[in-house]
């Protein structure tokens, strides 16, 4: 029995381990985005905002490749050129967001909420848009996009 919980402790350890590697944000840069609403160019990779209200937040080419947004608020927020690679915004309010030019390759854009936002040149390549809201969005190729509505 001592064994088992011992291999239990140990495969536990590598799990924890292996996922802390991967997030290779900056804590300053998250308590910077926290404190001022700005950190343009950082590194947020990885890195949780679970709640967070980022509105109107400046996070122009900002690396928030892999992160968790879930229930985060980026109304009005400016995302343009941001690394969102792969990033969890499902069901986030991204109402009138700046994402023109930025990465959203395989992001999780379930139900989420892109009434008024610039998407123009972003890639969205894999990502999952079900139940997304395109309300007087603007899209990739810079037409106006009215479904939700």
């Known amino acids: 029995m001592k064994k088992l919980r011992l291999t239990i402790l140990a495969i536990a ?3 924890i381990a292996s996922n802390a590697s991967a997030l290779d ?3 300053v840069d998250v308590q910077k ?4 609403n700005e950190c343009m160019g950082c590194n947020l990779k ?3 905002f679970f709640g967070a209200d980022l509105s109107e937040a400046n996070l122009i080419g900002a690396n928030l490749f892999g992160a968790e947004m879930i229930t985060t608020k980026l109304n009005n927020a400016d995302l343009s050129k941001a690394d969102l690679r792969e990033t969890v915004l499902a069901g986030v309010d991204l109402s009138g967001a700046n994402l023109s030019e930025a990465k959203l390759n395989n992001a999780d854009l379930f139900k989420a909420n892109l009434s008024g936002a610039n ?3 972003a890639d969205l390549s894999g990502a999952d848009l079900n139940g997304a809201i395109f309300c007087s969005t603007t899209m990739p ?4 996009n009215y479904s939700g509505c």
């Open 119 to 121: 998407l123009k040149g």
């Open 46 to 48: 990885g890195a949780y």
């Open 25 to 27: 944000f900056s804590f």
């Open 33 to 36: 985005v926290m404190d001022t």
């Open 13 to 15: 350890i590598s799990i």
């Open 141 to 144: 190729d810079g037409s106006l």
